[in-house]
């Protein structure tokens, strides 16, 4: 379990919270509107009302106590780089920040950041996956040459096995797991035979994917 903050209750910040508080990690909520704080109350560990590029209420947190600090301010881009400096100023161990553009990346990271996040971005590409590729039911990007994707069975491959296919071999991906409505099964043995039914999670190259997906 870690303990975490969370600077901005905006929908990015919200729903970060909610999910690490159903991960069962410690939450602590912060925005400078008693309103979104009241909204988020039932989903973290606690919350308080602040202006976060205030010293003195920065002080007052501890930040150093916690293991992430999160700078999820995305309407005001000078409150989230005077934020992200204060928290490296008293101590804070890790610092995520959301950025917009680019150009807010860069001086994040030279303000303090050890990592910045694109919701807005990676949100957008994933979408852009999504219609771009008959098949293609989710996609995670892991850099610029990796990714995951999950599509459907082809056709083809109904009634054989991932050894007679030669999966590595042939497509030069990795399948990581496969579902069958809500059951995963990791890591299939070779001998698994398809139905058709299933769902591929896949692990490859962008290339190496785009060419067996188009056929």
């Known amino acids: 379990m870690k303990s975490i903050l969370i ?8 729903h970060m919270a909610a999910k690490l508080q159903e991960l069962r990690h410690e939450v602590l909520a912060v925005d400078i509107s008693e309103e979104r704080i009241n ?19 920065i002080a007052s947190l501890g930040v150093r106590d916690f293991d992430v600090c999160v700078v999820a301010i995305g309407d005001n881009f000078q409150s989230s ?11 804070a ?3 995520i920040a959301r950025a917009n553009r680019e150009v807010h990346a860069k001086f994040l990271l030279r303000n303090g950041a050890d990592e910045v996040v694109y919701p807005e971005k ?25 990714s995951i994707y999950e599509t459907s069975v082809p056709e083809e491959w109904k009634g054989k096995s991932i050894a007679q296919l030669q999966v590595r071999q042939c497509y030069h991906i990795n399948i990581l797991a496969i579902k069958m409505g809500e059951e ?3 890591l299939p043995r070779a001998d698994y035979q398809f139905s058709g039914q299933e769902t591929l999670l896949l692990l490859g190259t962008n290339k190496d994917i785009s060419r067996f997906l188009a056929g």
């Open 93 to 95: 161990k890790k610092v």
């Open 122 to 146: 990676q949100m957008a590409v994933r979408a852009a996956v999504r219609c771009g590729m008959d098949h293609v039911f989710d996609y995670i990007g892991l850099n610029d040459n990796y």
């Open 7 to 14: 600077i901005g209750m905006g929908r990015f910040g919200r």
């Open 39 to 57: 909204d988020v109350l039932h989903l973290v560990t606690s919350a308080q009302i602040g202006d976060a590029t205030r010293e003195a209420f």
């Open 184 to 186: 995963l099964d990791p």
């Open 81 to 91: 780089l005077e934020t992200t400096a204060l928290l490296k100023d008293y101590g």
